[in-house]
């Protein structure tokens, strides 16, 4: 069993920084494929970032693409997301994703191929 908890969410301004961190426990974090999602409210829950296994390869929403950066650090079993030029519409409640690696290369992004969820962050931006 896979656990997740996220941290580093709050409220900053529009144009601000946060960086979100995700502890995994239960497994080692080298041989999971992580991944972000965020949920605002009355939407549905939308892949932000992921990265395979190996770490080597990474996908993004092209919302965010250029302003967030997802990475890992197998040592610490953490995956971070490192979000610069927050907007308003980034404000969500941002949840970390884990399934077991299978290709080195592969990066997911549907919500339904990852069986470990933490409980979420929530990030605000105001405008």
């Known amino acids: 069993q896979v656990q997740l908890v996220e941290s580093g969410g709050g409220l900053v301004q529009a144009g601000g920084s946060l960086n979100l961190s995700c502890a995994t426990s239960?497994?080692?974090?080298?041989?999971?494929?992580m991944g972000w999602f965020r949920q605002a409210p009355g939407k549905e829950r939308e892949f932000v970032a992921g990265?395979?296994?190996?770490?080597?390869?990474?996908r993004y929403t092209d919302s965010v693409k250029g302003r967030f950066t997802i990475a890992r650090d197998n040592a610490k079993n953490a995956v971070y997301l490192q979000m610069n030029s927050l907007k308003p519409e980034d404000t969500a409640v941002y949840y970390c994703a884990a399934r077991a690696g299978v290709d080195y290369y592969v990066v997911h992004v549907r919500s339904n191929e990852y069986p470990y969820w933490g409980r979420g962050t929530q990030v605000t931006v105001s405008s």
């Open positions: 239960g497994r080692a974090s080298s041989s999971l494929a």
């Open positions: 990265v395979s296994w190996s770490g080597s390869f990474t």
